[in-house]
């Protein structure tokens, strides 16, 4: 069960993970930002590994750091808070 949804287009979306599914260009491990507007609140996670295509700049994140992304904005959204800025980590 998840309620995080995947409202930047970053999830994985090529299942080799290895070619950007835009244009097929190669990619390198960096860092982004995702945000996640839950209806009762913003949730703001930096630090986040992507893939990032060398070609055109698209975004992908990996299955295993979606998963791990999703545990960290449910902490964040039991937080309570309007807006809720937190950094990603393992
Ligand atoms: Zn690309």
């Known amino acids: 069960m998840s309620s995080v949804k ?5 999830w994985s979306k090529n299942p080799d ?4 599914a835009m244009c097929g260009g190669k990619n390198h491990m960096g860092e982004t930002t995702y945000s996640v507007d839950l209806g009762e609140s913003v949730i703001v996670v930096r ?7 060398e070609v055109c700049g698209e975004e992908w994140i990996e299955d295993g750091t979606a998963r791990e ?7 964040a959204r039991k937080s309570g808070s309007q807006v809720e800025i937190v ?3 393992r």
């Open 6 to 10: 995947d409202t930047m287009g970053i």
């Open 47 to 53: 630090n986040v590994p992507a893939r990032i295509c």
């Open 69 to 75: 992304l999703e545990n960290v904005v449910e902490t």
């Open 17 to 20: 993970g290895n070619r950007c």
């Open 87 to 89: 950094a990603f980590t």
